[in-house]
C-alpha cells in the first residue's frame, strides 16, 4: 500500500528523525511511503507552497498515517481532513 506520512514539523527539532523512524518501520511492514520531508520542495518556501506540493504528493496514495503529534499540526489536520473526504485509509501511530 502506499501511504502518506503526516505529523507535526514546524517547531519539531526532531522531526526529521520521527518521520524517517515511521518511514522505515512501515517499509519495513512492506509498504511504499510518501515521506513529505524527502519532498524536494523547489519553491518559495512558504508554508502554503509546502502545504500544496504535500498535498498533491498525498494524493497518489491510498492511505494516511498519523504520527502521534499530529492534533498539534495545522497541515497534519487540514491532511486528515482531505484523506477523511477521499476514503483514505486512516492509520494512526
Same mark, same amino acid.
Given at each position: 500500500m502506499k501511504?502518506?506520512? &503526516?505529523g507535526r514539523i514546524t517547531n519539531e527539532p526532531d522531526f526529521? @528523525?520521527?518521520? &524517517?523512524?515511521?518511514? @522505515?518501520?512501515?517499509?519495513? @511492514?512492506?509498504?511504499e511511503v510518501v515521506n513529505p520531508v524527502n519532498l524536494p520542495h523547489d519553491h518559495d518556501k512558504t508554508w502554503h =507552497?509546502? !502545504?500544496?506540493? /504535500?498535498?498533491?504528493?498525498? !494524493? /497518489?496514495?491510498?492511505?494516511?498515517? !498519523?504520527? =502521534?503529534?499530529?492534533? @498539534?499540526s495545522t497541515g497534519a489536520v487540514i491532511e486528515r481532513a482531505?484523506? =477523511?473526504?477521499?476514503?483514505?485509509?486512516i492509520i494512526h501511530q
Open positions: 501511504i502518506y506520512l &503526516s526529521k @528523525q520521527r518521520f &524517517s523512524e515511521a518511514e @522505515q518501520a512501515l517499509i519495513r @511492514q512492506g509498504h =507552497s509546502y !502545504m500544496k506540493e /504535500d498535498v498533491k504528493a498525498m !494524493m /497518489d496514495c491510498e492511505a494516511i498515517y !498519523m504520527l =502521534s503529534n499530529w492534533m @498539534q482531505i484523506a =477523511s473526504e477521499l476514503n483514505f485509509e
